[in-house]
């Protein structure tokens, strides 16, 4: 069986709790009965082995109950949330998805046939080693969304080795390798499971001291709204042992500062990509964004200014987009990085650059300087095309000061000058008060 040692831990911790969801509790006990319900739903409505599952919910004892019963059935699943239902049929059009599970959060579960035909050269390799399969999709910010496909058998061998047993929530999604990550990191050690709905700075840190949570996995971008609000200061955190962030680039002034706040809990960068899955990091300090990338399972290299990783886990290709993979088998994550011996500083998307007369110009480098300017609460950088020059600098400012674009743009100048480069400095300011600038994942929107 696939999952032999996940069911072995959840009988270790019978009594312990594994989820909590809306503020109701599950034990392991009730993991594994969650477990059996599922198979005898798959054995009633005669789901065969290779065919694509579209698996729509939350983490739950019920949800994880028909993920582990659906891998251990040989199926292709798709996860989904609700968080995607704007594109939800076409995620199901290109994952040619043949049946979809929607489990409520009270549990009731919908079960519909879907016209898919699971028909897909990369499908075929699955079943032909007769292992089960998840397609987690892009979030299309730049283009159409991309359904990467990964034989679940090379994620799960991550997690044989059991992970120490901590109280977690789950920030990333249900539909996102970094959420399945985090499911299958703490439950292979008996740990618990919380779910949040409410992102707020304010709600997730009031179920981190409601339920002691000891990891908390967030974004940058939450870090900073964290730090604007002044929420920490509203809860008993003492819980907390670790604080990871991901899925962007740190802005350096945010993680010095959330380091003066936090001197005593441990800060950890993570890397990962829904192509390759997530790597072992160590930073070099809690506020260093220099970070050694690898482990077990994964070698990297550097070629052009790009880091460039070959995976035990990767994913076997793409369902709706070119082979990102090298001749030797490297996948081109198009992350601009600095290297300086085993460690890496991760500098941001190629495709992100901003090429001024032939200078780059990194967004989340100019982003990181101005959060340091008085009244600004979040600061969005990208670049727009110009005949004279290539490119220039374009931001779009969150500010709490009331200032005139005039005036605002004056200080800015002001507080620019000298301290970096002309050519960085934006040349086109938009002023925002109640916009935001982030997507429902809570990473910057670049837009």
């Known amino acids: 069986m696939f999952i032999d040692f996940l069911l072995e831990t959840a009988n270790k911790?019978?009594?312990?709790?594994?989820?909590?969801?809306?503020?109701?509790?599950s034990t392991y006990a009730e993991l594994l009965s969650d477990y059996n319900k599922a198979v005898k739903f798959i054995e009633d409505n005669q789901i065969l082995p290779n065919t694509t599952v579209a698996l729509e919910s939350d983490f739950s004892s019920l949800s994880t109950g028909f993920l582990f019963a659906l891998i251990e059935n040989q199926n292709i699943i798709v996860p989904l949330t609700r968080a995607v239902a704007n594109k939800k049929n076409d995620f199901l059009a290109i994952s040619k998805a043949q049946y979809l599970i929607s489990i409520k959060d009270d549990n009731t579960i919908e079960f519909s046939f879907l016209d898919g035909d699971s028909n897909h050269e990369i499908y075929n390799t699955l079943k032909e080693r007769k292992h089960p399969g998840i397609v987690f999709f892009s979030s299309g910010s730049t283009g159409e969304s991309k359904g990467a496909v990964h034989d679940f058998v090379y994620i799960l061998d991550k997690f044989k080795q059991p992970r120490k047993m901590k109280r977690m929530i789950t920030f990333?999604?249900?539909?996102?390798?970094?959420?399945?990550?985090?499911l299958l990191h703490n439950l292979s050690g008996g740990g618990c499971i919380i779910t949040v709905r409410d992102r707020t700075p304010k709600a997730v840190l009031n179920i981190v001291e409601k339920y002691k949570v000891q990891v908390l996995p967030v974004s940058p971008t939450f870090i900073n709204l964290m730090l604007l609000s002044g929420?920490?200061?509203?809860?008993?955190l003492s819980s907390l042992e670790t604080i990871s962030y991901g899925t962007e680039v740190m802005p350096e002034s945010t993680l010095e500062r959330l380091n003066e706040i936090f001197p005593n809990i441990r800060l950890v960068q993570t890397y990962g990509l829904s192509e390759l899955g997530v790597m072992d990091t160590k930073s070099k300090s809690n506020n260093s964004l220099w970070v050694k990338l690898g482990g077990a399972g994964f070698e990297t290299r550097v070629r052009n200014n790009m880091l460039e990783i070959k995976a035990h886990s990767a994913m076997i290709g793409y369902l709706n987009a070119p082979s990102p993979y090298t001749e030797d088998g490297y996948f081109m994550t198009m992350d601009m990085v600095e290297q300086d011996g085993e460690y890496y500083k991760i500098l941001g998307r190629k495709s992100e650059i901003i090429n001024i007369s032939g200078e780059k110009v990194y967004p989340a480098e100019v982003e990181s300087f101005f959060m340091g300017m008085d009244g600004v609460e979040d600061v969005a950088v990208k670049g727009e095309s110009n005949p004279l020059i290539g490119s220039m600098v374009v931001a779009k400012f969150k500010i709490n000061t009331g200032e005139s674009l005039a005036e605002f743009k004056k200080r800015m100048n002001a507080y620019a000058k000298g301290k970096i480069a002309d050519f960085k400095i934006p040349q086109k300011v938009r002023l925002v008060t109640d916009e935001e600038i982030h997507s429902i994942r809570l990473k910057k929107d670049r837009k």
Do not use: P, S
């Open 13 to 25: 911790n019978k009594d312990n709790d594994a989820f909590v969801l809306n503020d109701k509790k």
């Open 172 to 182: 990333l999604m249900f539909d996102h390798m970094g959420g399945i990550n985090t």
């Open 231 to 236: 929420a920490y200061q509203q809860f008993d």
